[in-house]
Nanobody, 122 residues
């Protein structure tokens, strides 16, 4: 499975961005999909995850109420809508695919995208 993340950029605090991750080469609808983020010197952090059906989602406490994960299995794409962005949301964001659920750790994910940089200015 190949994953291609896009949508990152520079935004002011309080603004919004929508990340997209397009999958190819596999059975997208069978995977749990997750969005991780990483800043230099820190471990990769799971931000949000969504099961294959879209019925079950998970959010890190730091983004609950501000971020929304969704997926369109017909388009082989997972999204991360990020609202009310804060400077501490600045990171490289990665999408990833896991076989099975729940998938809460980076080690649970088999396939990874290349990352897209989100920078939130104060």
């Amino acid at each position: 499975v190949q994953l291609q993340a896009s949508g990152g950029g520079l935004v002011q605090a309080g603004g919004s961005l929508r990340l997209s991750c397009a999958a190819s080469g596999g059975t997208f609808s069978s995977y749990t999909m997750g969005w991780f983020r990483q800043v230099p010197g820190k471990e990769r952090e799971l931000v949000a995850a969504i099961t294959w059906s879209g019925y079950n989602t998970y959010y890190a406490d730091s983004v609950k109420g501000r971020f929304t994960i969704s997926r369109d299995n017909a388009k082989n794409t997972v999204y991360l809508q990020m609202n009310s962005l804060k400077p501490e949301d600045t990171a490289v964001y990665y999408c990833a695919a896991a076989v099975g659920a729940p998938a809460r750790r980076a080690d649970d994910y088999r396939y990874w995208g290349q990352g897209t940089l989100v920078t939130v200015s104060s």
